[in-house]
């Protein structure tokens, strides 16, 4: 038995230098591989994200500091962006990323001097964010691709539905696995905002194909199913951000309302099947109740939302009075939130729990004019009658939905790194439609 723990000791001593050979050999052939193909650079995030929500917890490398799947994969995005930049002929929405990234940079580099790791536990979602988003800028994609990114997405939505009506019938049966996801044992979100709102898309975006006719027939069982769990799920800011986006896909898309009617009906009935087991077992209450209290802690003096104007209003009075340097460019990443909440007579140090107040803190005034400047510019131009894209799934219409309701979102919760995908396909669609108004190509299709 001595040369089987030989060759084992021989094994073991070995990984770590085998790694390290082909650490180098896997960055560079993921980042070779998204340098030209960004449908599998965007359905490998979905799917990273899909992943990440059906296992809870994460599973990390501890290099100094954890490495994530996520962090790995836009390492690879960012590699790829920032090699296509090279011979990109630049236009003012590639100038304002870049002018956001730059004060990024700055804070994330003053803050890493001051205070170590933890800028760099805090930068990492604003790195995904920008550097997704600056990726999928350098790109032309063609309408079969754009096409392909929404199937992805629908499909990855589509197994979270399942995942979230599985957990409420391991609730309903009373399961032990059920504490994983919910520790309360009576609330119904078993899923977090953020994971609540990319559902929530998924179901404007089938929406709205429904509407235009277009996308495959199995997207229309999707939709009352999907609109029961962005329901259910109780999130009251996905709640307000699909009434804002549903308002806009009718509103845009000139359609008649008896289409709608006719969806949301199909949602009541096919909602109530789904409740099935907490009839049977008797936890019909445990619904009721969770949703009433959702509706009626709106009002309340001391609701979340209550909680969260005080603290964003303690921590830009922090801000204001940071002096011109902060006011300009932010705190550094790492500098903490730490704030007294006189509703609550206890201090915080959380994220403010607002991507808008989050941005203004760590890049000031001109990063946040640099990220609001870009999307106003896709807003605007994209309200352009003349604009036009040759994707079936993907136009300027379903795009500003999408945007908008990414932007109400934005307004109680930080951003996801999931999130990039609406406003950076907006701008490759922008940039298609710069260069041929600009003359490039006759015409003014995408």
Known sequence: MEWLFLTLRFIFTAIPFVGALLLPLFLFYGAWSFYYRPVLAVGTVIWVFAIETIIIIQPALPLGVKLFAPDVLFLLIGM?????????????????????????????????????????????????????????????????????????????????????????????????????????????????????FFLAQAFV??????????GPAWWRALLPLLFICVVVLQHRTVWAVTLVSVALVFLLAGKVRSKAATTFLLAGVIGAVALVPFFVGGQLDTVQQSLVHSVEEVGQEKSTLGWRVESWKSLLEQW????????????????????????????????????????????????MFAMLATYFMVLRTMR?????????????????????????????????????????????????YSREANGAIPGKKV
Do not use: C
């Not at 994609?141 to 990114?149: G, S, V, Y």
């Open 80 to 196: 790829a962006g920032f090699l296509r930049m090279f011979g990109l002929h630049l236009q003012k929405q590639h100038y304002l990323w870049m002018l956001f990234g730059t004060v990024l940079m700055v804070s994330f580099a003053i803050g890493t001097i001051k205070h170590g790791t933890l800028a760099g536990i805090e930068f990492r979602t604003f790195f995904y964010f920008w550097a997704g988003i600056w990726y999928l800028m350098t790109f032309r994609l063609t309408a079969e691709q754009l096409d392909k990114i929404m199937r992805i997405y629908m499909f990855a939505a589509a197994v979270l539905m399942v995942v979230v009506f599985l957990r409420w019938i391991a609730m309903a049966l009373e399961l032990d696995i059920a504490r994983f996801w919910n520790e309360g044992g009576t609330s119904l979100r078993v899923f977090t905002a953020g994971q609540t």
């Open 205 to 214: 975006i089938g929406l709205y194909a429904y509407l235009n006719k277009a």
């Open 320 to 367: 204001a009075y940071g002096g011109p340097v902060v006011n300009m460019i932010g705190k550094p990443f790492g500098s903490g939130f730490s704030r007294y909440i006189e509703m609550s007579q206890n201090e915080l140090t959380q994220n403010p729990h607002s991507h808008y107040v989050y941005t203004l803190l760590r890049v000031g005034l001109i990063g």
């Open 384 to 432: 352009n009658p003349d604009f036009y894209s040759a994707a079936r799934l993907v136009d300027n219409k379903l795009l500003i939905t999408l945007v908008a309701g990414q932007l109400t979102f934005f307004v109680a919760y930080p951003v996801q790194y999931s999130q990039f995908i609406p406003l950076g396909l907006s701008l490759v669609l922008l940039g298609q």
